[in-house]
């Protein structure tokens, strides 16, 4: 029973337990509405007089604790000022003194205008974690969380565009935006925003977000944002989407590694003479056609799903209380499925592949019944599996699931 990655396998069960994340963050704006309208296609605000509807996420005074409290060695502290940023470990000396005034230094800068910028928070905020797990499983994409805290009257970032969707959540004090014509429909990572000379044109935009409101912007929404007369907080939820061209690379890079008649060299002579030039176009003409027939649809898409449940979070809290009592686990010692837990079941002739936290677990297919039983219950114990496991093969059965984080002890 190793670990190792599998893909081009026959038959797939794919399997969540995900908090309902999205319905809440868009509310009143309904699901349908959202997936149907908005999504991947035009921006949505939402306006409530809710100032705490975030408040079970992140607030000020969160904030406060997180940032007087952080490591100032980080690269995911920022310090932005008019699209200029500042790694905070570029401002600290190498001397030790420097580094314990470097909080100091911190705020120094942003009263005199700079925004904090705390990048992917959600890998150490619990609240903001679950929010972001919820939405990668209801998104099928990779989700991360961002905080920006921008002084009074001041702006952190200039006109820009993100190559993820993002939600903006306004947490504290009001924040003016403002959205300019698109440069590139749904860029890429690789499309970067170019300001034109003249500017980055009228507003085609503009609004105002209080504390409890939102704002979603497909990728490749050019914006900025301005703080009002107070400090404003707001938290960018990025989600990056597996698009259709991270398909057709897959597919097309498969064929090129397996065939090598595309692998083969252009004619001798062909960047000088047009006649060369001509057939090597009759050529790709006919690989083109090669491609479309080999190419493994199925398996690509499969693989991307692979990918999507690789970027989400792990939901391994109290794994180390897990792995401290398993010498102590027996039939008898009640566990369940870790909540939260994205799994996907793979089977082929005589294993099934287990995918959750980025790995794959190989077990043998002739206990096909007994994981059925384990990822369906609430909770049980090793002697409440049913199949033809023995209860030795219970045990070990498990004592390995419990090891590798899928199960956790009630």
Not at 32 to 49: A, Y
Not at 188 to 197: A, I, S, V
Request: charged fraction near 25%; aromatic fraction near 6%.
């Amino acid at each position: 029973m190793d670990n190792k990655s599998r893909t081009g396998v026959r038959e797939a069960v794919t399997h969540v337990r995900p908090p309902l994340a999205l319905a809440e963050l868009i509310a009143p704006t309904t699901v349908d509405s959202f997936v149907h309208e908005h999504w991947n296609t035009k921006p949505l605000v939402v306006h409530r007089d809710a100032p705490g509807y975030y408040a079970d996420v992140l607030t000020l005074a969160d904030i406060d604790a997180i940032v007087t409290n952080s490591s100032l060695h980080d690269d995911d502290l920022r310090l932005v000022i008019e699209g200029e940023e500042t790694s905070i470990t570029q401002l600290l000396p190498d001397d030790l003194e420097g580094k314990i005034n470097g909080l100091e230094l911190l705020f120094a800068r942003y009263r005199a205008g700079s925004t904090v910028n705390l990048t992917f928070l959600h890998e150490r905020w619990p609240a903001l974690a679950a929010l972001c797990r919820g939405l990668s499983t209801e998104l099928s994409a990779g989700v991360h969380g961002n905080v920006y805290l921008t002084p009074p009257g001041t702006r952190g970032l200039t006109p820009h565009h993100d190559t993820h969707d993002v939600f903006v959540l306004q947490l504290h004090g009001t924040k003016h935006w403002r959205f300019y014509p698109t440069q590139t429909p749904l860029p890429l990572r690789e499309h970067h925003y170019m300001m034109p000379e003249e500017g980055a044109g009228e507003p085609i935009a503009d609004f105002v977000l209080q504390p409890g409101d939102l704002a979603y912007l497909p990728r490749g929404t050019v914006h900025a944002a301005t703080a009002n007369d107070e400090v404003s907080l707001h938290l960018t939820i990025g989600v990056t989407p597996m698009v259709w061209a991270h398909v057709v690379r897959t597919a097309v890079e498969r064929v090129l590694l397996n065939d090598a008649r595309f692998r083969s060299a252009l004619p001798v002579g062909f960047a000088t003479e047009a006649q060369l030039r001509l057939d090597c176009v009759r050529r790709l003409t006919e690989l083109m056609d090669v491609l479309a027939d080999e190419a493994r649809l199925k398996d690509a898409i499969d693989e991307m799903a692979s990918k999507t449940m690789q970027r989400r979070q792990p939901v391994l809290a109290g794994h180390l209380l897990d792995l401290a009592a398993l010498p102590a686990v027996d039939l008898n010692t009640t566990m369940r499925l870790r909540p939260e837990l994205q799994w996907r079941m793979v089977r082929d002739d005589d294993e099934i592949h287990l995918e959750f936290h980025g790995k794959t677990i190989d077990l043998p297919e002739y206990i096909e019944d007994e994981l059925a039983f384990v990822m369906k219950a609430e909770e049980f114990s090793g002697a409440d599996i049913p199949g033809s496991l023995d209860d030795d093969g219970r045990l070990v059965l498990v004592r390995q699931l419990l090891q590798e984080g899928l199960l956790t002890l009630s």
